[in-house]
Nanobody
Framework: QVQLVESGGGLVQAGGSLRLSCTAS????????MGWFRQVPGKERKLVAA????????SYEDSVKGRFTISRDNAKNTVNLQMNSLKPEDTAVYSC?????????????????WGQGTQVTVSS
């Protein structure tokens, strides 16, 4: 079992930055690929960024490439999402998730542990 807790959400103006953190407890964090998802009301949850267990491989959804950076620190059991140049359309609940799959899982069903989520609101 892995427990995930997100932090760092909030309200920011367009063009601003936020850094989300996800802290894991429980089983060996380093054995899991991690992903950040976001969801807005009435829409499906969408993978924004993912990182392999080693941190060597990352993947981003097209709309956030060049603006968001995912990173992890296995010694501290954390995965972060640095979000720059934020836009109103980035407004969503952001959740981190853990996957036992190798590489960079891109399918929601591959993720088995989920955090509660943190709200990010970008004002225009």
């Amino acid at each position: 079992q892995v427990q995930l807790v997100e932090s760092g959400g909030g309200l920011v103006q367009a063009g601003g930055s936020l850094r989300l953190s996800c802290t894991a407890s429980g089983r060996a964090f380093s054995g899991y690929a991690m992903g950040w998802f976001r969801q807005v009301p009435g829409k499906e949850r969408k993978l924004v960024a993912a990182i392999s267990w080693s941190g060597r491989m990352t993947s981003y959804e097209d709309s956030v490439k060049g603006r968001f950076t995912i990173s992890r620190d296995n010694a501290k059991n954390t995965v972060n999402l640095q979000m720059n140049s934020l836009k109103p359309e980035d407004t969503a609940v952001y959740s981190c998730a853990a996957s036992r799959s190798g590489g960079i899982p891109t399918t929601t069903g591959n993720y088995v542990y989920w955090g509660q989520g943190t709200q990010v609101t970008v004002s225009s």
